[in-house]
């Protein structure tokens, strides 16, 4: 399913989102709509809205282990078991970790 998403969080967290329907929609609603279908089918607005609030979810996870990992190492460097290497590779591990973890969105295409 082929689909244009403006604002995962305002479509996930409001009770009204604007929904632009099809690719022949004409280009000022799909340039106002929070999220465009480019099909004419209703039945994938149920998807939309489940793939926004899981998107939401994921963004919550990332940004809280990214800032766990910082404050692990900023409590460990005050307290001298830490080095500034040790919380670059830390840094970069965690990086990779949010990414793998924002992939896993990719897997739940539109079924």
């Not at 022949?24 to 149920?46: C, F, N, R, V």
């Not at 766990?68 to 307290?79: M, N, R, W, Y």
């Amino acid at each position: 399913m082929r689909m244009f998403m403006r604002s995962p969080v305002r479509l996930a967290t409001s009770r009204d989102g604007g929904v632009a329907m099809g690719a022949a929609g004409t280009d000022l609603a799909i340039e106002t709509a929070d999220a465009a279908l480019m099909s004419d089918d209703l039945g994938k607005l149920p998807w939309l809205v489940r793939h926004s609030r899981q998107t939401m979810a994921v963004i919550r996870q990332n940004v809280a282990f990214s800032l766990a990992v910082k404050l692990v190492f900023v409590i460990l460097t005050f307290a001298g078991y830490s080095s500034l290497w040790a919380a670059i590779a830390a840094d970069t591990g965690a990086s990779l970790l949010v990414i793998f973890n924002g992939l896993r969105l990719l897997g739940s295409g539109g079924r």
